[in-house]
């Protein structure tokens, strides 16, 4: 099994399939099986696929001793990516992580060469977050089955839970069995409030960019995804009518399509 040592953390990732290379970066939460098998699966039929835990998740190894940024998070992953034998490659970064590859794209440029951005913002005073959402997140059930029925309740819109709640409860406990320590967990949401955000420096990003947002996302609305777009030289912006912060699950299909016709140079259908 590959890791990385970085200064205070050991980095768990994971390689697969031939092609350009593309790294994913997973946000709050979440570790590298929370992209799904079917997901990797078919990316890594087009792409070298790298993806990788986040400091303190799943396989990786670190404690928050000292508070984390999301500037470290990006080197962490420019180091799994070298370390992987890459020097460049696409990269996909959803919510948190998404945060984490604008920093990547922005501290170093030459490592990335198209940026997809998924469920996310530019951070700071201009992140658009309910109050109520803010302190929500930071109250994870602690039973199993309780934070499973959470999750459902951020990520998805009621609609779309009702007509699918054994999958959706299915799928969460069986994620959640590698869940993360609360410290972990917390560390990450105050990187992210910590965090000055990329705005005045979006402009900088060299990348071609497209940006993916549900319609219906509690955790970030989807006004995130319109200021990302509108603020990076170019980028594109593809909506999701009826999902929410987990739109890759509800609009898996659309989702992969969009992702690789974008990688392959064809340009995804806009939907502002």
């Known amino acids: 099994m590959p890791f990385v040592d970085r200064p205070d953390a050991r980095l768990y990732y994971e390689v697969h399939g031939t092609g350009t290379p593309l790294l994913l970066i997973?946000?709050?939460?979440?570790?590298?099986?929370?992209?799904?098998?079917?997901?990797?699966?078919?990316?890594?039929?087009?792409?070298?696929?790298?993806?990788?835990?986040?400091?303190?998740?799943?396989?990786?190894?670190?404690?928050?001793?000292?508070?984390?940024?999301?500037?470290?998070?990006?080197?962490?992953?420019?180091?799994v990516l070298q370390d992987a034998g890459f020097s460049r490659a696409h990269v996909l970064g959803y919510s948190m992580g998404g945060m984490i590859a604008q920093e990547l794209a922005l501290r170093h440029p030459e490592a990335v060469d198209a940026l997809v951005l998924g469920a996310t913002s530019c951070g700071g005073p201009q992140m658009i977050q309910a109050e109520d959402v803010k302190r929500e997140m930071r109250s994870r059930p602690t039973d199993l089955a309780a934070r499973a029925e959470w999750y459902m309740r951020l990520f998805f819109p009621e609609e779309f839970r009702a007509k699918n709640e054994a999958y959706l409860r299915g799928a969460f406990r069986l994620l959640l069995r590698a869940d993360m320590p609360e410290a972990v967990y917390q560390a990450q949401l105050d990187a992210v409030e910590r965090w000055q955000g990329s705005w005045d420096r979006l402009s900088n990003v060299t990348s071609r960019t497209l940006v993916m947002h549900g319609l219906s996302d509690r955790v970030l609305p989807y006004a995130n995804g319109e200021r990302l777009a509108y603020r990076m030289p170019g980028a594109r912006l593809k909506l999701y009518a009826g999902c929410g912060h987990g739109f890759a699950m509800q609009a898996g299909a659309a989702v992969l399509r969009d992702v690789l016709m974008f990688l392959g140079g064809e340009a995804a259908k806009e939907d502002r």
């Open 26 to 79: 997973m946000g709050v939460g979440g570790n590298l099986r929370w992209w799904g098998s079917g997901f990797v699966r078919k990316l890594a039929a087009r792409h070298t696929v790298i993806a990788f835990d986040n400091r303190g998740a799943g396989e990786s190894e670190a404690h928050p001793t000292e508070p984390w940024t999301i500037e470290e998070m990006a080197d962490d992953a420019h180091a």
